[in-house]
């Protein structure tokens, strides 16, 4: 089966696999080859995929969409991480968590400047009309 896992950011992993094992909504399903044409939303959790040689592999990913249509399988979520084991996803997800928290933190610092400065931008204006009287 033809595996895609796309972000808004564009595709973060495209390859041949055996079997796919998920969460959606309606509960878990591994999905094979032959498997019926599916369409569901994902959890934010653990999707588990085997590659063609048998290796085991790890994606954590938000909430998304999953389609499997024919030999295809598209997965589509606003974030993903993948790791090889359980361990290296735990700590790229701690990783990733620090710079999305630190990015947060810097986007807070950005706006609390930008309403001071419009705040005084008003506060400007109704000095400018309020001295013309």
Do not use: W
């Not at 290296?88 to 968590?97: A, N």
């Not at 990015?103 to 309020?130: C, P, S, Y």
Request: net charge neutral; charged share 25%; glycine share 8%.
């Amino acid at each position: 089966m033809q595996f895609t896992f796309v972000t808004p950011q564009g595709i973060v992993l495209q390859q041949n696999i055996r079997k796919i094992t998920l969460e959606t909504l309606d509960g878990y399903y591994t999905l094979l080859p032959r498997h019926v044409d599916f369409v569901s939303a994902l959890t934010a959790g653990i999707v588990t995929f085997l590659s063609e040689d048998n290796t085991e592999k790890y994606a954590a990913c938000h909430q998304g969409i999953i389609v499997k249509k024919g030999d295809k399988i598209t997965i589509s979520v606003q974030n993903a991480v993948l790791g090889e084991t359980l361990s290296e996803l735990q700590e790229l997800i701690k990783i990733e968590f620090k710079q999305r928290e630190e990015q947060r933190k810097q986007l807070n610092t950005a706006m609390a400047r930008l309403e001071l400065g419009i705040m005084r931008g008003f506060k400007q204006l109704r000095g400018a009309t309020d001295g013309g009287i």
